[in-house]
């Protein structure tokens, strides 16, 4: 099961890193949909790593916790939505809301803290993640374009 979701996980970077080489590579109008393709998918991965709360065992099930689920949930929603009125916000808020996630996942998930493998590939693909969003802030702010 900790192969699969170590499989998933870089499976899941591909369509991030594709997303953020694309406004390189082709036109300005096909940049701006797939930066703001991006933070949409950014904001849907949000969504569903706060729903995996739900899932967790064990003494790290509260209410609190399931909380914190909800609020996770409703700011990658927030960052799909701001992505149609201010894509540089939204990419800000991914990288915020993803950074924040992987701490509270650090704290309070007990497999995270169990297998250092998927630690690892987690903390990495943040860590990609982030780079992609910068990247993409970097083309929206690049005078050349």
Avoid: D
């Amino acid at each position: 099961m900790q192969k699969t979701k170590v499989t998933l996980i870089y499976w899941g970077l591909c369509l991030f890193i594709f997303l953020a080489l694309i406004p390189w590579i082709f036109h300005q109008t096909l940049a701006i949909h797939s930066i703001q393709f991006l933070a949409i998918y950014g904001g849907i991965v949000i969504a569903f790593l706060g729903g995996m709360i739900w899932g967790w065992e064990g003494p790290q099930v509260t209410s609190k916790n399931l909380w914190y689920a909800i609020g996770f949930s409703l700011l990658g929603y927030a960052v799909a939505l701001v992505s149609f009125v201010n894509l540089s916000a939204s990419l800000i808020l991914l990288i915020m809301s993803l950074q924040l996630f992987l701490s509270f996942e650090k704290k309070n998930n007990s497999y995270f803290q169990a297998n250092i493998k998927y630690a690892n590939a987690r903390t990495l693909i943040t860590n990609l993640v982030t780079i992609c969003c910068i990247t993409s802030l970097a083309f929206l702010y690049n005078p050349y374009t």
